[in-house]
């Protein structure tokens, strides 16, 4: 598609139940990031794939999250055992990538899905 | 952790003033970005500035950065009421990339 796609674009759970979050990126885009944005902060970063794989899972707040993109091209956020404090927007990034040292990434962000947990 | 902080955290100006906001970080990086966010919606890029740059213009956009400081401040001058968003810059180190907490602009006509 033209853009990053995210679904749902909202999602309320109760306490406890599994959720999935959607990202379909930019066609060709072998980067893709996922960040989480709670009210009035800026984007903080969970995860990042190139390719298939996870490059970097640092910003995984705890194993209740993971994250996967088997073929490359979409990624799933799966979060386990939902708890209040996981209600944010989800946002999901995808880039081309450039050599490390030409530097230049430049992402390109999903609309986002709004995560509610009662 | 986020990497970097801007601001003001808010920020209120007259339509045609010049608005300034400005972006700390706290480790080496390979280039800084400047994105913007409306309301309920997904950043967009505005501008890119690398480390060996001080500055850059973008239409009614200026970046500078000062590595020495790390520091880099955006200036979006004649502001018009459609300006009105939050504003974030983003340190990338290779292919990471980190936030600051925003500032959010609001531009009155």
């Known amino acids: 598609g033209a853009g990053v796609s995210q679904t749902p674009s909202n999602k309320v759970t109760e306490k406890g139940k599994y959720v999935e979050l959607r990202c379909d990126p930019i066609s060709g885009h072998t980067a893709l990031y996922w960040y989480r944005q709670s009210l009035g902060q800026g984007p903080e970063f969970l995860i990042y794939?190139?390719?298939?794989?996870?490059?970097?899972d640092s910003g995984l707040p705890n194993d209740r999250f993971f994250a996967v993109r088997p073929e490359g091209s979409v990624s799933t956020l799966k979060i386990q055992r939902t708890e209040r404090g996981d209600s944010a927007v989800y946002l999901c990034a995808s880039s081309l990538t450039q050599a490390v040292f030409s530097g230049a990434n430049v992402l390109t962000f999903g609309a986002g899905s709004r995560l509610t947990v009662l | 952790s986020q990497q970097g902080e801007e601001d003001p955290q808010a920020l209120s100006i007259q339509e045609g003033e010049n608005a300034t906001m400005n972006c700390s970080y706290k480790?080496?990086?390979?280039?800084l970005q400047w994105y913007r966010q409306n309301s309920g919606r997904g950043l967009v890029h505005l501008i890119l500035?690398?480390?060996?740059?001080r500055e850059k213009h973008s239409g009614r956009l200026r970046v500078t950065l000062d590595t020495s400081k790390k520091s880099s401040s955006l200036l979006i001058t004649a502001s018009r009421a459609a300006d009105t968003a939050s504003y974030f810059c983003?340190?990338?180190?290779?292919?990471?990339?980190?936030f600051g907490t925003g500032t959010s602009l609001t531009v009155i006509p």
């Open positions: 500035i690398r480390s060996n740059e």
């Open positions: 794939f190139q390719g298939t794989g996870a490059a970097d």
């Open positions: 983003a340190t990338d180190r290779g292919n990471q990339f980190y």
């Open positions: 480790t080496s990086i390979n280039n």
